[in-house]
């Protein structure tokens, strides 16, 4: 029992942040008209707003102490890798893909045509900075296992 509320304590932890980082409004703060309800709901959103962004800085702060395995990173890197490659399928059970095909051999679409300028130049960005993360990941493993004696960039073997 005690596993199970530890999983359960996280598992609520996890989703409260999934929740305050994704379902709270970030343009929620303008207020519209100048009624009793909705300046109760302008300060409850901002007060949602300013409690997202103290989490965000903690978050941050914990993110940055926490030490990955260069097999981590590498095998972070080639699932970027297989994802960009796959056109935003995670695998071959995801059918439906979250971008239009792209050609990372040639860093361009292949079909353009059915797609607004904004959303072309939206998705060659994201598409060039997972590449360019997916390098950065692959470049620092191969640094850590270099300057490693145990080829880790940090604690722990988990992949």
């Not at 109760?40 to 965000?56: C, E, L, N, Q």
């Not at 926490?66 to 796959?86: D, E, G, H, P």
């Not at 995801?94 to 607004?116: A, L």
Request: net charge negative.
């Amino acid at each position: 029992v005690p596993s199970f509320i530890s999983i359960s304590l996280h598992l609520r932890e996890y989703f409260n942040a999934l929740w305050q980082e994704f379902m709270v409004s970030s343009e929620g703060t303008t207020k519209q008209k100048n009624t009793t309800s909705n300046a109760k709901s302008h300060k409850a959103i901002t007060k949602m707003v300013d409690k997202r962004t103290k989490d965000r800085l903690s978050r941050k702060q914990a993110i940055s102490a926490t030490y990955v395995s260069s097999r981590c990173l590498t095998k972070m890197a080639n699932a970027i890798t297989r994802f960009l490659q796959n056109g935003g399928c995670v695998d071959s059970l995801d059918v439906d893909t979250i971008m239009p095909r792209y050609s990372t051999s040639r860093g361009e679409f292949i079909d353009e045509n059915n797609m607004d300028d904004d959303v072309e130049e939206d998705m060659d960005f994201l598409m060039e900075n997972l590449q360019i993360f997916a390098k950065k990941l692959t470049k620092k493993a191969e640094t850590s296992e270099a300057n490693a004696d145990g080829g880790k960039a940090g604690a722990g073997d988990d992949g």
